[in-house]
């Protein structure tokens, strides 16, 4: 039975409900109006009586039936998701941003303004969307290079490049290998590092949708982390990973295995849970 609703306000209301009624988050139907109608929330607020347009009732209508029937995020329904205040391309070939993930860009720029670092070489591994690489590029005066095993990510993030105007050097390759040979100052990553085993326990908006390729890993969710590391024939000033909640010890204890007088620290984010591990070199403090 399709809704009945003539307003904008109404329209809000129907996909809240039917959004709670089917265990979605109420969200979506804000994040999906402002989309459609072009609206900020405050504009949806401001404009919440008048007229809903016809012309994207069924549109608007058939995002909010898919994301309940499928779990279809809707940053793929809109095309697009936000990051450090800026607006993106996400497809199915890359990871829908996360907050925590913003937390570490700016542990990374937070070190980079403690140190005074000059303009340093950073290299973004496993950069999926281009979010960590262009806005570091954008926020700090760094050269910046990124990888990725994927080459349909890789287009989405040169996209995105393009998009905000700036220069990064995007290199396909598995981790390190595409730049072996360059000069790194700092490390950046955020890997697959969820363990294949909880795989059941995910939502399916991120199971069904995100790549497998930038999700899981093998070893517990450890893998990317030793190939990495493995990878590294030089210790960078400072090596900056994103991780999963439970894995600060054994992350900081496979950088130790690697570089046993690096300075090394397991940072919380904003939910006080272990997100990031820093690593500087103890030469260069």
Not at 71 to 83: M, N, Y
Not at 176 to 189: A, G, T, Y
Request: proline residues 5%; negative net charge; charged residues 25%.
């Amino acid at each position: 039975m399709q809704p009945t609703f003539t307003t904008i306000r109404e329209a809000r209301r129907w996909a809240s409900v039917f959004l709670q009624e089917h265990n979605r988050e109420e969200r979506v139907a804000d994040l999906l109006l402002e989309h459609c109608l072009g609206l900020t929330f405050a504009q949806l607020l401001a404009y919440e009586t008048d007229p809903f347009p016809l012309d994207q009732r069924d549109t608007f209508v058939n995002n909010v039936q898919a994301h309940i029937r499928t779990g279809i995020p809707v940053q793929h329904l809109i095309g697009h998701a936000h990051f450090y205040g800026r607006e993106f391309i996400v497809n199915s070939h890359v990871l829908i941003p996360r907050p925590e993930t913003e937390e570490l860009v700016e542990g990374v720029m937070d070190w980079i303004n403690e140190t005074g670092i000059d303009r340093p070489a950073i290299v973004d591994i496993g950069t999926g969307s281009g979010i960590i690489a262009i806005t570091l590029a954008l926020e700090t005066k760094a050269e910046v290079l990124a990888t990725d095993l994927s080459p349909d990510a890789l287009k989405v993030a040169k996209q995105n490049a393009k998009n905000h105007e700036v220069e990064v050097d995007f290199i396909q390759g598995s981790f390190l290998e595409p730049v072996k040979n360059r000069n790194i100052d700092i490390l950046v990553s955020n890997p697959p590092y969820i363990a294949y085993e909880e795989k059941q326990e995910m939502d399916d908006t991120v199971v069904n949708f995100d790549p497998e390729l930038a999700l899981f890993a093998e070893k517990e969710g450890l893998a990317a982390y030793e190939a990495i590391l493995n990878q590294i024939e030089e210790q960078p000033f400072l090596i900056a990973f994103e991780i999963g909640h439970k894995q600060g010890a054994a992350v900081q204890q496979l950088i130790k295995e690697k570089f046993p007088d690096a300075i090394v620290e397991v940072k919380q984010d904003i939910n006080k849970k272990d997100r990031m591990v820093l690593t500087s070199h103890p030469n260069f403090l």
